[in-house]
């Protein structure tokens, strides 16, 4: 896995922009490439002047919407059976697909939005909305808003952090103790979605309630 990790962070930090896409891409399917390899070193190349920074947020925001739009066109076209039955062989089994079901029943549109920037479900969340036939415009702008979202706040992470380093060349080649370090300072953000979210269903329950009867 290490030597996979380190292929995937090579290639990200060398090919760009282009590189930046591709690796969100895959990031956004059933590959298991973290995001915290992807965007950091990108973004600590922006800040040395050799990339641009909002072209790196907007790239992977790009790569991770292609991602995701390839995950709902498959089950919008396969079906919940073909899913079902096959989908252990391509990493998702039922209890996955069932994880992400329930959140997007949960959340609804909402969901694919704060799912953009939670571990675990950012990735599987094409899949059931492309189940439930949800409007691809509907689904494409949701996930692009909190993808780039997502790649900012790992942008701006990784540049700081990366920069603060008094070797930064040494954590530019180990994406495990980079992905490591992006996560633990990343704590607070996705505690924040997560609460978010709470609040998002504390409000819905809310107004559904039935006024009690004097």
């Known amino acids: 896995m290490h030597d996979i990790l380190l292929a995937w962070f090579q290639f990200s930090r060398e090919f760009g922009y282009v590189g930046v896409f591709l690796m969100m891409a895959l990031e956004s399917t059933i590959v298991p490439v973290p995001s915290e390899i992807i965007i950091p070193p990108a973004a600590y190349w922006a800040s040395q002047g050799q990339l641009s920074m909002p072209g790196v947020i907007l790239a992977g925001g790009l790569g991770s919407t292609f991602g995701s739009s390839?995950?709902?066109?498959?089950?919008?076209?396969?079906?919940?059976a073909f899913v079902a039955r096959w989908g252990r062989y391509f990493l998702l089994p039922p209890e996955r697909l069932e994880l992400a079901e329930r959140w997007l029943a949960t959340y609804s549109t909402g969901g694919v939005f704060l799912a953009r920037m939670l571990p675990v479900v950012r990735h599987l969340i094409g899949f059931p909305a492309g189940l439930v036939k949800m409007p691809y415009p509907t689904f494409a702008a949701v996930t692009f808003a909190g993808s780039t979202l997502w790649?900012?706040?790992l942008a701006l992470l990784g540049a700081k952090i990366i920069g603060d380093q008094p070797n930064p060349a040494a954590l530019l080649t180990d994406p495990e103790a980079l992905s490591v370090l992006i996560k633990a300072h990343s704590v607070w953000f996705v505690v924040s979605v997560v609460g978010l979210g709470a609040g998002w269903l504390f409000v819905k329950w809310?107004?559904?309630?039935k006024p009690v009867a004097a």
């Open 151 to 153: 790649c900012g706040v």
């Open 70 to 80: 390839l995950t709902y066109v498959f089950t919008a076209t396969a079906g919940r």
């Open 206 to 209: 809310f107004a559904t309630r």
